[in-house]
């Protein structure tokens, strides 16, 4: 044979059996799923809690995918992205989960559906044909299970398609929502100053609240509760409602601080009648009156009016720390680079008595470049702040309380109000007894009187103290309790998407449901550099200025030599063939 042929017919089999390799492995994927992911966080990779839920299906689960056609970037290569990821969950669903991607603008029924069950359409703006240009466009997706289904109206962004699928999943699969509890001193105002954080915590939990000022009764305990102390002093019954979580083994966050702070008003003030540290002292753990100034901090805008223009100012404000050093093997900040919390307070373990202590775990430190304010609290963002004097860190602001805790009213008394109205109602007895004979006149006082004063007393309206002993837990081996020295983060005016999702980990935390915790977090967060010494910092810099020019000068050097070396052995090579020709 020609060895022409035989080298082409060696090629062509070689071909083949590539091809048919190519073949095999493809065919081997689909179902055999496997992904490298070297991504920080792996961002890439189907999260393993969400495998367990798609693994866990006991009915299929339908996918409706909205989308329009004729989508602008970046919204054109959602589709994809999406087909993708529901291709990586029917690896681990298998025929458990089906999708399908519908294009409403070809169906008007499909669009009257669509209202039914909430995607709305959504306007978005295309420049790729160098002109602005409005387009009605829907990007929504719809999920069925059993009997119910659940939307996400308008996938804005990819980076937490998986948390928003995973939570969707969680919710149509779970036989039972959580109950959160929110204990508040106002709840209008509650509702108004976390409106956001109370709308995404009722997406997947049934929220109640606890009103501390006018609670009479004993409720039905929730899985979770939430501590927001009221502005004025709490009274033993109110630590008698929290106590009960405490001690029932449910999940308790507090999120307080002993100060007052209006950024507009520039000044900050103390809460006289602040006791809640009278409770936590009994955890373990009390919140400092303090406020805390880190040399790592953030930049706040500060909007100001001269001559009747509003100047908006970009200044840096210790009293917004930023937050890296976090308890990496604690699961609620695990996957975070930074946290912030503005105006916070330090915390700080204290002793119990007793031969089981509680278990102190920190959450969130500061830098060791921070100080602290005691007194004559100053807050004004234009003050020219020494940092040479920021050496009195680290110092904790958030962390979590565990193990063996003792009831408050192991060595306090239970709320008396009761007890005093049973006085009361004995003397006013043994009165009316005294005065039968004065007649009917002397009888509807004497009522009059007693429904003035539990009128004037409203304690008297509380469960008898024989219920109260009843219900009354002395200890628990299962105490789980989140201390954040902060409660502004948790307000729409300071909070942003990072501490959403911190908040949203705690409360996951608190009901012992970390599944959605490390999605939640993926790629969430500041990525700061590290504090470097001075020294160092130098060296960076004159590198960063000098460093490039000296290499490209060196590689010109490096060249410049080889071309004249090697023009050297040319002109060699051509003396010496001149001379063998002659």
């Given at each position: 044979m020609d060895v022409k042929k035989q080298y082409g017919l060696n090629a062509l089999v070689a071909m083949a059996a590539l091809a048919g390799l190519l073949i095999f492995v493809n065919l081997l994927s689909l179902k055999f799923f496997q992904r490298f992911d070297f991504s920080d966080g792996q961002i890439y990779t189907v999260p393993t809690y969400t495998r367990q839920l798609l693994r866990s299906l006991?009915?299929?689960?339908?996918?409706?995918?909205?989308?329009?056609?004729?989508?602008?970037?970046?919204?054109?290569?959602?589709?994809?992205?999406?087909?993708?990821?529901?291709?990586?969950?029917?690896?681990?669903?298998?025929?458990?989960?089906?999708?399908?991607?519908?294009?409403?603008?070809?169906?008007?029924?499909?669009?009257?559906?669509?209202?039914?069950?909430?995607?709305?359409?959504?306007?978005?703006?295309?420049?790729?044909?160098?002109?602005?240009?409005?387009?009605?466009?829907?990007?929504?997706?719809?999920?069925?299970?059993?009997?119910?289904?659940?939307?996400?109206?308008?996938?804005?962004k990819t980076g937490d398609l998986d948390y928003k699928i995973t939570s969707i999943i969680r919710k149509l699969t779970m036989e039972r929502r959580p109950r959160v509890a929110i204990a508040t001193g106002s709840v209008p105002r509650t509702n108004r100053e976390m409106a956001q954080l109370i709308q995404g915590l009722r997406q997947q939990y049934d929220v109640v609240f606890i009103d501390l000022e006018n609670e009479k009764n004993l409720d039905d305990l929730?899985?979770?509760?939430?501590?927001?102390?009221?502005?004025?002093?709490?009274?033993?019954?109110?630590?008698?409602?929290?106590?009960?979580?405490?001690?029932?083994?449910?999940?308790?966050?507090?999120?307080?601080?002993?100060?007052?702070?209006?950024?507009?008003?520039?000044?900050?003030?103390?809460?006289?009648?602040?006791?809640?540290?009278?409770?936590?002292?009994?955890?373990?753990?009390?919140?400092?009156?303090?406020?805390?100034?880190?040399?790592?901090?953030?930049?706040?805008?500060?909007?100001?009016?001269?001559?009747?223009?509003?100047?908006?100012?970009?200044?840096?404000?210790?009293?917004?720390?930023n937050f890296t050093d976090l308890n990496r093997d604690q699961v609620i900040v695990s996957d975070y680079q930074s946290l912030h919390f503005p105006f916070v307070s330090t915390i700080e373990a204290v002793a119990v008595k007793g031969d089981k202590p509680p278990k102190f775990t920190w959450l969130v430190r500061s830098s060791a470049h921070c100080r602290r304010q005691?007194?004559?609290?100053?807050?004004?963002?234009?003050?020219?702040?020494?940092?040479?004097?920021?050496?009195?860190?680290?110092?904790?602001?958030?962390?979590?309380?565990?193990?063996?805790?003792?009831?408050?009213?192991?060595?306090?008394?239970?709320?008396?109000?009761?007890?005093?109205?049973?006085?009361?109602?004995?003397?006013?007895?043994?009165?009316?007894?005294?005065?039968?004979?004065?007649?009917?006149?002397?009888?509807?006082?004497?009522?009059?009187?007693?429904?003035?004063?539990?009128?004037?007393?409203?304690?008297?309206?509380?469960?008898?103290?024989?219920?109260?002993?009843?219900?009354?837990?002395?200890?628990?081996?299962?105490?789980?309790?989140?201390?954040?020295?902060?409660?502004?983060?948790?307000?729409?005016?300071?909070?942003?998407?990072?501490?959403?999702?911190?908040?949203?980990?705690?409360?996951?935390?608190?009901?012992?449901?970390e599944g959605l915790i490390s999605i939640r977090s993926r790629g969430l967060g500041n990525r700061p550099l590290k504090e470097i010494d001075p020294v160092w910092q130098r060296l960076v810099a004159y590198a960063n200025i000098l460093l490039m020019p000296l290499l490209l000068i060196v590689a010109g050097l490096l060249h410049w030599r080889w071309r004249r070396r090697r023009i050297r052995k040319r002109v060699a090579r051509l003396l010496a063939d001149g001379g063998e020709k002659k």
């Open positions: 006991e009915d299929p689960l339908q996918v409706k995918v909205y989308f329009s056609t004729d989508l602008p970037y970046p919204y054109s290569d959602y589709r994809r992205y999406i087909a993708e990821k529901l291709e990586e969950y029917q690896v681990f669903a298998g025929d458990k989960l089906h999708y399908v991607f519908i294009d409403p603008d070809l169906d008007p029924e499909v669009k009257k559906q669509m209202q039914m069950i909430g995607v709305p359409q959504v306007q978005l703006t295309d420049v790729s044909s160098n002109k602005l240009e409005v387009k009605n466009c829907y990007l929504g997706m719809a999920f069925y299970y059993q009997d119910k289904h659940e939307v996400i109206p308008y996938v804005q929730a899985d979770a509760l939430i501590v927001l102390p009221p502005d004025g002093k709490m009274t033993p019954w109110q630590f008698f409602l929290i106590d009960r979580y405490v001690m029932a083994g449910k999940g308790v966050a507090f999120f307080s601080s002993p100060l007052r702070a209006d950024l507009q008003m520039m000044v900050a003030w103390p809460n006289r009648e602040y006791n809640l540290n009278d409770l936590l002292q009994t955890y373990g753990v009390k919140i400092n009156t303090d406020l805390l100034m880190d040399a790592r901090h953030e930049r706040i805008s500060i909007q100001s009016r001269q001559r009747g223009f509003a100047i908006t100012n970009l200044v840096n404000y210790p009293l917004f720390p005691t007194k004559g609290y100053d807050i004004d963002p234009y003050k020219q702040y020494d940092f040479a004097t920021f050496n009195e860190g680290p110092f904790i602001v958030a962390a979590t309380i565990t193990g063996h805790l003792q009831s408050y009213f192991a060595s306090h008394e239970l709320p008396g109000a009761a007890k005093k109205a049973a006085k009361a109602d004995r003397k006013d007895g043994k009165k009316e007894g005294e005065k039968a004979a004065a007649g009917k006149g002397a009888d509807q006082d004497g009522k009059k009187k007693t429904a003035d004063q539990e009128k004037d007393n409203p304690d008297s309206q509380l469960p008898p103290v024989e219920k109260l002993r009843q219900v009354l837990v002395k200890e628990t081996d299962s105490g789980r309790l989140v201390v954040v020295g902060c409660d502004s983060f948790i307000k729409d005016d300071y909070l942003d998407g990072l501490m959403a999702s911190f908040f949203f980990n705690t409360v996951d935390w608190l009901l012992q449901d």
